[in-house]
T-cell receptor
């Protein structure tokens, strides 16, 4: 079993929809949780970064961490065609230099 | 502009011919890392460096070498490349090891 599981998609939604992207993990020691966006032929770009449990909002993006369920989510409100990309979750333990990535979910927002 | 640069961006080579992929960052980050990205496997860490002259293995270090003689540079060396090292390679840097900033990627093909 992988340490971090992520549905590969593709997830196809109409423009303006609310998108929910999720990852589950098995290591209860993870404390840092990140979401990256990767456009085709580009490097991953850090979108959201949270420490421990709770919610964090940044514009149209909300990151949610539920440590009791070992489950993290990224919500995108009012989705745009420019949001079409692969979204990668990543996590690490305290004082570690090692990020563990999910395999990514491909999102397609249809105009 | 704060960035991580990689060279070359594309490389086709033959089995056994030594090559080096360079990585440089201008953010004065202490932490740097190399990843490879393969379909269905996501991003896997090859090597990382916490500071000058300090490096450690990631999840898939076999067949790779690194060195960190200066803070800004972290080259990846393939002494004797093989076809199973055909992949998309990313360099990343970070102040803390968690929020990592990625380069644009190097697509390597080993024939």
């Amino acid at each position: 079993q992988k340490e971090v599981e992520q549905d590969p998609g593709p997830l196809s939604v109409p423009e303006g929809a609310i998108v929910s992207l999720n990852c589950t993990y098995s290591n209860s020691a993870f404390q840092y949780f990140m979401w990256y966006r990767q456009y085709s032929r580009k490097g991953p770009e850090l979108l959201m970064y949270t420490y421990s449990s709770g919610n964090k909002e940044d514009g149209r993006f909300t990151a949610q961490v539920d440590k009791s369920s070992k489950y993290i989510s990224l919500f995108i409100r009012d989705s745009q065609p420019s949001d079409s990309a692969t979204y990668l979750c990543a996590m690490s333990v305290e004082s570690s230099y090692k990020l563990i990535f999910g395999s990514g979910t491909r999102l397609l927002v249809r105009p | 502009e704060a960035q991580v640069t990689q060279n070359p961006r594309y490389l086709i080579t033959v089995t056994g011919k030594k090559l080096t992929v360079t990585c440089s960052q201008n953010m004065n980050h202490e932490y740097m890392s190399w990843y490879r990205q393969d379909p269905g496997l996501g991003l896997r860490q090859i090597y990382y460096s916490m500071n000058v002259e300090v490096t450690d293995k990631g999840d898939v270090p076999e067949g790779y070498k690194v060195s960190r003689k200066e803070k800004r540079n972290f080259p990846l060396i393939l002494e004797s490349p093989s076809p199973n090292q055909t992949s998309l390679y990313f360099c990343a840097s970070s102040k803390t090891g968690n929020e990592q900033f990625f380069g644009p990627g190097t697509r390597l093909t080993v024939l």
